[in-house]
């Protein structure tokens, strides 16, 4: 072979197989970034909905103080002798005492989440409710005797599946006696 006809040769085919299996890696990187983007998309609304129902909670429990409706010695549990129930219950909108996790609440229903219907305006009569079935709120209220008497933990689990996925939202956070 002349000189320079080797200069014109082109890609040999060991090359070609290297440049094949860089691309087919880089391809396969964006797909599994564009699975992860999309499966973190469709758990998003129940995430916000777990975190809400969350806050919502410590809100019910800091209205009760506030308001006064009960006293400091029935923000407890009920085995601790106060009227928040024990353990992980299903997400009822408030009884007629307007807190969450109590006695009344199975009255008032399963909480529903409302969406837009098909013409697209939410607050009319074709929106589409949805019960929150999947999801159960758990108020836990912990002495704090020894650090402050004054002074109450009050943990709040949001349990709720998403696909075949069972998840676990937490809020922590402290109460006192004093409003």
Request: net charge negative; no cysteine; charged share 15%.
């Amino acid at each position: 072979m002349p000189a320079n006809s080797r200069a014109h040769a082109g890609f040999t085919l060991i090359e070609a197989l290297i440049a094949m299996a860089i691309l087919t890696f880089a391809v396969l990187s964006l797909a599994q970034g564009f699975y992860m983007g999309m499966q973190h998309m469709a758990t998003s609304s129940a995430n916000l909905i777990a975190r809400e129902k969350a806050r919502e909670a410590v809100e019910s429990v800091h209205t009760a103080r506030d308001t006064r409706t009960i006293t400091w010695a029935q923000i407890r549990n009920v085995a601790q002798g106060g009227v928040f129930l024990n353990g992980a219950q299903p997400l009822n909108a408030a009884g007629v005492d307007g807190l969450v996790n109590t006695a009344d609440d199975a009255a008032a229903g399963l909480e529903t989440q409302t969406d837009p219907g098909p013409d697209g305006i939410l607050g009319n009569a074709d929106d589409i409710q949805t019960p929150l079935s999947g999801f159960q709120r758990g108020i836990e209220i912990r002495e704090l005797v020894p650090v402050n008497p004054a002074l109450r933990e009050v943990l709040i689990t949001i349990t709720y599946a998403v696909g075949p996925q069972r998840r676990t939202y937490t809020l922590r956070t402290f109460i006192s006696s004093f409003s």
